[in-house]
Structure formats: C-alpha cells, structure tokens
C-alpha cells in the first residue's frame, strides 16, 4: 500500500507514526513539501517515508491520498492539482462537504471524509469515516479502527464532539489549579488530576454499558461524587455544554 499526505501538521505526523512506528512491513509515504520541518523529521525516523518536492509529486506517487490541509485553503490546493479517476481522496477537514471535495478533485473515483485523532500515532484511533469505502477502512483499521455513521451530515455530530478536547483538559486544569490554592504543589497537583483522569479513561475504553451506567458506578447515594455532580447540574453546567455543542454544529453545517 502507498499513501500520500497534502499537509504536513500534527494529524498527518500521528498517522504516519502510527502506520509506520514498529512496522515490520509499512507501506511507502509520501509527503507533500509543505511543513518541511515535520516531513524531514518523519523521514529522518521512518525509512519507508520520503518527502516529496511538490503536492503534484505526491499524486504522482500514490493513489490514496490524505488531505490534512488548513480548511481555508483547501479549495486552492485542491484545484491546482491533477487528479487520476484511480485517485481515492480521504480527507480529514472539517465541515467540507463531499461534494465540494468531488468537485475540487475531478476526476477522482471516490471521495471520503475522515476524523483521524492524535492517538493514532499510538495506533488507538477510532476514526469516523463516511461514506465506508475499502481504502480508508485499510488505513484506519491499522491505526485503531473505523466507525462509519448512517449519513455524511452525522459526520459533522462526530466532528462537534471532538471540539470538546480542550475544554476537558481546561476542566482538568481548573481541578489542579484548585488543588494548588488550597496550597498543593503545583507539580504534585498536576501528576494527581492526570493520574486519576488518565486511570479513569482506561475504565471507559473498558466499558461496555452506558456512560450514564459508568457514572453510576463512580458515585454512592449521599457521596462526594454525587454531592459535585449535583452542584454542577444545578448550576446548569450540561445545559452549557449542550448549547456549545449546539453552536459547533451550527458552524460546522453552514459552511
């Protein structure tokens, strides 16, 4: 298998490490110019990576291609480059619709929208895809796997809930921040808060119920737990989240 990569940011990096990193028989990359930096330290470490000097040249060397570009862009990266019908565009944008991905990349035979995530460099990946297509099930299923949603507009319900990540960590950083007030060392309060919420997101990697059955099991009637949980709600806290979430999807569908 060979794959091409229009952008060179840290989506594209995880994947490459992800299909690369102790591979004992990883397929070619390459790698468009764009973020030298990036794309000389991958093939510095990776030997089946090769930087190529123009997003042409990537084309010309694989028939799957990643598309990790800054969405703004992508139209005028897109339209400057020659397309074989043989070409399979997987794109990892945001809120760009299949059908102005087709339109930009004629006369590619298939087009496809993807979510790939940083664990993919650790092969742990759940990547959304839509629609389910051969080439992008190899690719995703290698760095962690592939779930497929009923319609293309369910994509972007995926994509919303992926906005949420630096909100969790501030929610992280608020409870460590609280612990060096009350006079924790700063380091000290920072291992903690991982520590406990990283052992926590291993319970729900190894959970089968429901999330609400996981809380459940993390509070006792009259508890610590239960007494902040309630104090959260009552001030309207999954409200907030709601409606953010509301106003990403929003954006994400008017574009």
């Known amino acids: 298998m060979e794959y091409g990569f229009i952008g060179a940011g840290e989506i594209t990096a995880a994947i490459v490490e992800g299909l690369s990193n102790d591979i004992a028989d ?11 930096s990036v794309g000389q330290e991958l093939s510095a470490r990776f030997a089946n990576v090769k930087v190529c000097d123009s997003n042409q040249a ?4 694989a028939t799957t291609i990643i598309l990790a570009v800054r969405t703004p862009i992508a139209e005028e990266v897109l339209r400057d480059l020659t397309f074989r019908p043989e070409h399979v565009l997987i794109s990892a944008l945001a809120g760009v619709r299949l059908d102005q991905l087709s339109e930009w990349a004629t006369p590619a035979r298939e087009v496809v929208r993807s979510i790939p995530l940083p664990p993919a460099a650790r092969r742990q990946s759940l990547t959304a895809i839509y629609p389910d297509n051969t080439e992008a099930r190899a690719l995703f299923d290698s760095i962690g796997g592939t779930v497929v949603p ?4 369910d994509l972007d319900i995926f994509s919303a809930a992926t906005a949420t990540f630096a909100a969790h960590l501030d929610y992280l950083g608020t409870i460590a921040a609280w612990m ?8 000290t309060a920072t291992t903690f808060t991982s520590h406990i919420f990283g052992q926590l997101g291993q319970d729900l990697l190894q959970q089968t119920g429901s999330l609400e059955t996981l809380t459940g099991k993390h509070m006792t009637p009259g508890g610590l737990n239960e007494h902040l949980l309630t104090d959260l709600r009552t001030n309207g806290v999954p409200d907030t989240v709601r409606h953010a979430l509301d106003g990403i999807l929003t954006r994400l569908r008017d574009k």
Do not use: C, H, M, Y
Not at 26 to 36: G, K
């Open 58 to 61: 990537v084309l010309d060397s």
């Open 180 to 187: 060096t007030d009350q006079g924790i060392e700063d380091t």
């Open 150 to 153: 009923d319609a293309e507009k």
């Open 26 to 36: 990883p397929p070619s990359i390459f790698l468009s110019p764009r973020s030298r």
